[in-house]
């Protein structure tokens, strides 16, 4: 297999994990296409990270600076509907590790937050390297490809799909040394990125919340059994 034709496969099935391995089971002959600012897990500079992955990425399409691939990661996830204690949390959590390189997936809530607070970021998109989604996102979206890094899997306009974003959430905990999560429900996408941390040996911190607040019982939860919680040392009011 060479990397003109994971690029093919990729672009031909939509990024879609699952299609493209197929195809390079079969070494399916597929008329490729031109294709800037792209990694290839043939690449040189693809992310060593990414092999310890029970699914590395095939096919990586980034805008930005690629040199903030290169260690230093500390990813930062939490709900959408995010509570101002959360917000305030994660904003003074990445004020306090100004020189780590903040990884989230720019959802709208803790995501958001954690890139426009960053020093320096990497975003991790659940569709199409060139779709701008969630549109809310637009002007932060921009600014991390000018500023940061975007990486996604995902091709061109590729729609955001729901299995999208569990499966993008592998990613983000991948390329982090620790994980922090800001706040969370028991079914919800940021759990799907804690057990991928778990999986890979990341260590998992948590913000408490007060026992009486419903937006925290998940968080609290996770610390009984054995989070690491976040603490005030690491927060910059």
Same mark, same amino acid.
């Given at each position: 297999?060479?990397?003109?034709?994971?690029?093919?496969?990729?672009?031909? $099935?939509?990024?879609?994990?699952?299609?493209?391995?197929?195809?390079?089971? *079969?070494?399916?002959?597929?008329?490729?296409?031109? %294709? +800037?600012?792209? =990694?290839?897990? =043939?690449?040189?500079?693809?992310?060593?990270?990414?092999?310890? =992955?029970?699914?590395?990425?095939?096919?990586?399409?980034? +805008?930005?600076?690629?040199?903030?691939?290169?260690?230093?990661? @500390?990813?930062?996830?939490?709900?959408?509907?995010?509570?101002?204690?959360? @917000?305030?949390?994660? %904003?003074?959590?990445? %004020?306090?590790?100004?020189? *780590?390189?903040?990884?989230?997936? @720019?959802?709208?809530?803790?995501?958001?937050?954690?890139?426009?607070?960053?020093?320096?970021?990497?975003?991790?998109?659940?569709?199409?390297? +060139?779709?701008?989604?969630?549109?809310?996102?637009?002007?932060?979206?921009? #600014?991390? #490809? *000018?500023?940061?890094?975007?990486?996604?899997?995902?091709?061109?306009?590729?729609?955001?799909?729901?299995?999208?974003?569990?499966?993008?959430?592998?990613?983000?905990?991948?390329?982090?040394? *620790?994980?922090?999560?800001?706040?969370?429900?028991? %079914?919800?996408?940021?759990?799907?990125?804690?057990?991928?941390?778990?999986?890979?040996?990341?260590?998992?911190?948590?913000?408490? $919340?007060?026992?009486?607040?419903?937006?925290?019982?998940?968080?609290?939860?996770?610390?009984?059994?054995?989070?690491?919680?976040?603490?005030?040392? +690491?927060?910059?009011?």
């Amino acid at each position: 297999m060479n990397r003109e034709q994971l690029i093919a496969y990729s672009f031909y $099935y939509g990024g879609e994990y699952d299609k493209i391995y197929q195809a390079v089971k *079969k070494d399916m002959p597929i008329k490729g296409r031109k %294709a +800037e600012n792209v =990694l290839t897990i =043939l690449d040189r500079d693809y992310p060593k990270c990414f092999y310890d =992955l029970k699914y590395p990425p095939f096919v990586l399409y980034y +805008e930005g600076d690629l040199s903030l691939l290169k260690g230093g990661h @500390l990813g930062i996830v939490g709900s959408r509907k995010a509570s101002p204690y959360a @917000l305030k949390a994660t %904003a003074g959590l990445c %004020a306090h590790y100004k020189d *780590k390189i903040i990884v989230s997936g @720019l959802a709208a809530g803790i995501d958001a937050c954690a890139h426009a607070h960053a020093s320096k970021t990497v975003g991790i998109l659940g569709c199409g390297i +060139e779709r701008i989604y969630p549109y809310s996102n637009k002007d932060l979206i921009e #600014k991390v #490809k *000018k500023e940061g890094l975007v990486l996604s899997e995902y091709p061109g306009h590729a729609p955001p799909l729901g299995h999208h974003f569990p499966f993008r959430n592998r990613l983000i905990a991948a390329l982090s040394e *620790k994980v922090y999560i800001m706040q969370s429900k028991a %079914a919800s996408g940021t759990m799907t990125t804690l057990n991928e941390a778990l999986e890979l040996g990341r260590e998992v911190h948590v913000l408490p $919340y007060d026992i009486f607040d419903q937006d925290g019982h998940n968080n609290n939860q996770l610390i009984y059994e054995g989070a690491i919680p976040v603490l005030h040392q +690491e927060i910059a009011f």
